[in-house]
Each structure stands twice: as C-alpha cells, then as structure tokens.
C-alpha cells in the first residue's frame, strides 16, 4: 500500500479500510521523507490493483479524478483538470507537483489520482491553504479554492520499487561541498570579468 509519509509518520497503529469493508492491520515497509511517501503492508487477500499510467505522462487541461476520503465522510471522487506541471511548494527535498483544480481536502493524502482512463499519474499530497494550517496543506497568506497538488506517479513509482527492494530510497551523493564564485566574493571590481563554474569548498571522504 503506497500512502504519503505524513499520514503515517509517528503514528503506534496503522489500520487500512479496504474497499469491501473489511479493516487490515498495517506495517511499515519504509518511508522516504524527502518525498513524503511511505510503503505499508497488509495480511489480506483478493485485493485489486489499480492500472498506472504508462508513462504517466500529464498535461495541462487533462481532466483528472481525486480519490480520497475527505474529514472522514466516506469514498469521495472529485473532478478536475490539470492546472499545472512541474510545481515547487518547498514542502520536501524532491518535489515536481502536478497542480489540479480537483477538489483535495483533509483525508486525501495520499489517495489516487487519476487520468479520464482510470489509470494512476499521481498520490494526491497537499492542497493550498492559509499559513495557520498544517504544514503538508499547502503554504500561503490566503485562502484558497481549486489550488491541490498531487505526487507525479513516476516518482511514486522510483520511491516504491526503491523501498520494496532495499526498505529505504538510496540515492547518488556528489561527495563535495561547493559555491558559486560570486558567493564567496560578492563585491566586483568595475570592469573585472564575470566568474563562471563553482569553487570547491571540501572533498568529503568515501
């Protein structure tokens, strides 16, 4: 089961509501915070799987579903196009958000969202709310309507098979510390040249 890490992240006991009714105690496989997702598992049987976009390929003015279960009231789709691609909210270290218009509220997270076939192109993660709420709902001074944002299911996809297979998401690391020139010498004489590249600041061993 593939959720958002902020649903989950500190809680004793994880319990998933399946679609038939029945209720399933959960584990945790892995979370990877610096994209919000988290892998659960389950002891349960005869559980359909949802079709994943091919190359989840999106774009601007595609219609799209939000499945969630918005305060608690029960399975909720909502309706919506694809406002945007490629969003930042500085919400977590890996971000690349699809924007919709499909309303997203509290009990979303981490729910599906899908295109006009039914197939899977993103996780529904955060919605755009006043600066009072919870971190995960978004970042703003106004309130806000039609403004949510979904994890793009080409990274959901990375950060599952990355977890099922290792428990945790591994990734490359540059091993050097660095700076742009200008940051390290800020003040230009007139008619000095432009420094361009970086400047090694430390090699970090390994």
Known sequence: VLTNNHVINGADDIQVLLFDGRVAQARVIGADADTDLAVLKIDAADLPTIAVADRGDVNVGDVVLAIGNPFG?????????????GRQL???????????DAAINFGNSGGALV???????????????NAGGDGRQGAGQQNAEGIGFAIPVTTAKAVLDQII?????????????YADPSALNPV???GAPVQHGVVVLEVLPG
């Open 115 to 129: 295109n006009a076939l039914g197939e899977l192109v993103g996780i529904n993660t955060a919605v755009y709310r």
């Open 188 to 190: 230009r004489p007139p």
């Open 73 to 85: 009231v029960g399975k909720t789709v909502t309706m919506g196009i694809v406002s945007a691609t």
């Open 90 to 100: 500085r919400l977590s270290a890996y971000e690349d958000f699809i924007q919709t």
């Open 165 to 177: 297979s290792h428990g945790m998401v591994i990734r490359g690391w540059f091993g050097a510390e």
